[in-house]
């Protein structure tokens, strides 16, 4: 692809969110999950509105009782909740990953 600074041109000029996400995944080793990770460690602006969903969410998802047919479903869940919450995805996604013992044992009970 010419480097790694074409590589970093290249990635930054895809034009949304889903675009950057396919982007990444054309490298070997990185998925759905990771390549949503990418972009909100960075915390590009597009990636402000995505989930990026791991283990963590999922179990988190499990204890709700909650069962979605793919990705995308539950991906609208958790935006759902953050614009809720007056959150961006981002953010919820941060809280869930930092408290989730605290989450799952509210949700417990």
């Not at 480097?3 to 969110?17: F, I, M």
């Not at 539950?74 to 953010?91: K, N, P, Q, S, V």
Request: glycine residues 8%.
């Amino acid at each position: 692809m010419g480097g790694l600074k074409a590589v970093r041109e290249e990635a930054l000029t895809q034009p949304d969110a889903e675009a950057k996400i396919e982007f990444m995944k054309r490298f070997k080793g990185i998925g759905k999950k990771c390549a949503h990770n990418i972009w909100m460690d960075v915390r590009h602006p597009d990636s402000q509105d995505k989930v990026a969903l791991d283990q963590r969410i999922r179990g988190i998802t499990d204890l709700l009782g909650r069962d979605f047919e793919s990705y995308e479903e539950e991906e609208a869940f958790y935006l759902d909740i953050a614009r809720e919450a007056g959150l961006t995805g981002w953010e919820l996604v941060r809280l869930l990953y930092n408290f989730t013992k605290r989450f799952e044992r509210a949700i417990k009970q």
